[in-house]
């Protein structure tokens, strides 16, 4: 018996409410950790390449006026 045979005979607050509000229960810390760590690695990742495009403007700053400033 497949799934869609047993949900075809039940009401539709069933099959789009009850069941959504079942896996939440069921799921929920689950898939609020998941998008804890997804949230929290996408912070880390934007951080980082903000991070490093600071560090390389500030080294291409200082490279720049040393260069310009020692052919005088």
Not at 3 to 13: C, F, K, Y
Not at 24 to 34: H, N
Not at 40 to 52: C, E, T
């Amino acid at each position: 018996m497949a799934v869609q045979e047993i949900l075809a005979g039940l009401p539709w607050w069933v099959k789009w409410v009850a069941i959504p509000v079942l896996v939440l229960l069921v799921f929920g810390g689950i898939i609020t950790s998941l998008l804890t760590f997804v949230v929290g690695l996408l912070f880390k990742v934007l951080l980082f390449v903000a991070l490093v495009a600071g560090l390389i403007y500030v080294v291409r700053k200082f490279t720049s006026s040393s260069r310009s400033g020692g052919d005088w």
